[in-house]
Structures are given as C-alpha cells and as structure tokens.
C-alpha cells in the first residue's frame, strides 16, 4: 500500500445518519472528497438535499434517504434500501443524536427518556446490527459511532443522554470484539463542546462561551470539520487494524 492510499475511500459505500448538517454534514464532505460514494440520511430527506448538492457540486456523489433513527422499521427500511441500491455497506457513521431534555437527573420525565434512549441507544444499536450483519457478508467494514465527552464524564442537565453517550461506548466495544473476526472495525468518537445547532444552547451567552474556552487547553470550542479527519481516518485504510477504540476530540479539555 503506497502512503497517499492511506485514506483513499474511491468506490467505498458510506451511509452518515444525521447528515443535514452539523457534525454529520461535516463527515459526508469529507468522506464524499476523499472518494467515497456517500449516503445521506436524517428524518426529512429535504434536510439533506443541501449538503448532497454541495457534495456533488464538488464532483462528488451523493444519495439521500430519510430515516428516523429512533424508528426500527425506518431502520430496517434504510437499509433494505443500501441492499437494493447499492449491494454493500463499507462505512456506518452512527451520528445521529438527540437531546430533548435538560434538567436534573430528579426531574426525567419518561417520555424524554425513552425518546433519548431509543435514538442514541436503541437506534445506534440495530443501525450498527444491519450494518455489520451486511460486512460480515462482504468480507469488512468499518463503523464509527460519534458519542461525546458527557460518556466519560456525566455533566450537570444531561444525565440521560450522558448515559445513552456511554452505552453506545460500550456497544462500540461488544461490536468491535464479536465482529472483529470478519474483519468489521468499529469505532467511536467522542466529541467535546462543538460549534452546531444541537449545542447552541450550551455557548449562546459570552459569559457562558469564554468560561469554555477558558478551560480548553487549545482555547477555542470545536467546528464540525474537527471531528471529520478522526471519522476519515476511522473510514480508511488509515486505522485498519484499530477496532473497539474511543477517540476524545475535545480541545484537550478532559485530557
Ligand atoms: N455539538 C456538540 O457539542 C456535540 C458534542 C458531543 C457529541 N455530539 C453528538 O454529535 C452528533 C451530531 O450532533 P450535531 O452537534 O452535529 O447536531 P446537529 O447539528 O443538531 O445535527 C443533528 C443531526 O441529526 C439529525 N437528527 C436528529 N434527530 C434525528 C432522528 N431522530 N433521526 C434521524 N436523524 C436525526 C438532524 O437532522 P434532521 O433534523 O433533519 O432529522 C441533523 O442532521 C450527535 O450524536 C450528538 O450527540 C455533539
């Protein structure tokens, strides 16, 4: 293998859940420019056309399939659709998220729970089962499940999601040790406090933002592009014989 093929991803199927925008747009440019043929997914396939345009405009490929991940038909149905379409799965970036609540870990109402528990936990869970049920058939794959930072360290307001963040680290780990000999990788990476929608709330108030860049080494709060060289990496060639790891990206401020 020639050093600049490392993270050649040319004719690789990758399918990117929550690609509309933010983090998961991010990935699918990336994946798209380093030659994957991309598959964009989020509950409204409207949502996406923007980035698969951009994708394409790049001289890239794209698809978009809607999906809502906390949905086991809507699963199932995503990726009898990758069969149909396209005969393989190379790459899974698990990446869609939600967080519907803040509040004390007293105060959980159960339909914020199961809302929480069936997206990050349950969704990323049957996300990662089609998928490696689908590479085990085609001789590998990789599959990259975007967790964050509140896995290892649950924080004040977001216990349940904290605690949906830390099962799919450890369903990452029970993924990668029964799969591995298929030659499946799974991944994850665990993102800090980084510049969305999602986290718009957490960095909205001055006060509030140089509190966090203050307590980040690197002194600034995250874009989406930085979690995208880790998922390229992961993707590629680059990482083949990591499986089952967690990769913090977060300024060095859990460090
Ligand atoms: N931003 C941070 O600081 C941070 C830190 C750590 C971890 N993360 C994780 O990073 C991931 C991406 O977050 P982000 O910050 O990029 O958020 P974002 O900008 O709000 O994007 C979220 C994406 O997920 C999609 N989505 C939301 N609910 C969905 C559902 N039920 N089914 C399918 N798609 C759904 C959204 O599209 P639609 O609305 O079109 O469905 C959108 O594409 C999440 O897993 C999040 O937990 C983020």
């Known amino acids: 293998m020639k050093a600049d093929d490392l ?12 690609a509309s925008r933010g983090i998961g747009a991010a990935i699918a440019m990336t994946l798209a420019r380093y030659g994957a043929r991309v598959l964009l997914s989020s509950r409204r ?24 991940a906390g949905d086991l038909a809507q699963i199932e149905a995503l990726h009898a659709w990758v069969g149909e379409r396209f005969g393989r799965l190379d790459v899974l970036v698990n990446n869609a998220g939600t967080n519907p609540m803040y ?6 109402d159960p339909a914020g729970f199961a809302k929480t528990v069936d997206v ?6 049957f996300m990662c089962q089609h998928a490696a049920r689908r590479m085990q058939g085609q001789g590998g794959g990789s599959i990259i499940n ?32 029964e799969c591995g000999p298929a030659q499946v990788r799974v991944n994850a990476i665990l ?3 980084i510049n969305t929608r999602f986290a718009a709330a957490l960095q909205s108030e001055p006060a509030q ?13 995250g874009e989406p592009e930085d979690i995208a060289g880790a998922a390229l990496y ?14 913090r990206i977060d300024g060095g401020m859990y460090a």
């Open 7 to 18: 993270f050649d991803l040319t004719g690789r199927v990758a399918l990117v859940t929550g």
């Open 45 to 68: 396939a409207s949502g996406c056309d923007g980035v698969a345009e951009a994708i394409r405009a790049a001289g890239g490929e794209a698809h978009v399939q809607a999906c809502h």
């Open 103 to 108: 509040g004390s870990v007293l105060e959980a």
């Open 120 to 125: 990050n936990f349950r969704g990323y869970w």
């Open 146 to 177: 975007i967790a964050s930072v509140a896995a290892l360290h649950p924080m004040d307001g977001i216990g349940v999601y904290g605690a949906t963040k830390a099962a799919a680290v450890n369903l990452t780990q029970a993924f990668a040790r």
């Open 191 to 193: 993102p800090g406090l």
């Open 209 to 221: 933002r140089s509190r966090v860049i203050e307590a980040t080494p690197l002194r600034r709060i």
């Open 234 to 247: 992961f993707a590629s060639d680059a990482s083949r014989h990591t499986t089952g790891a967690t990769l």
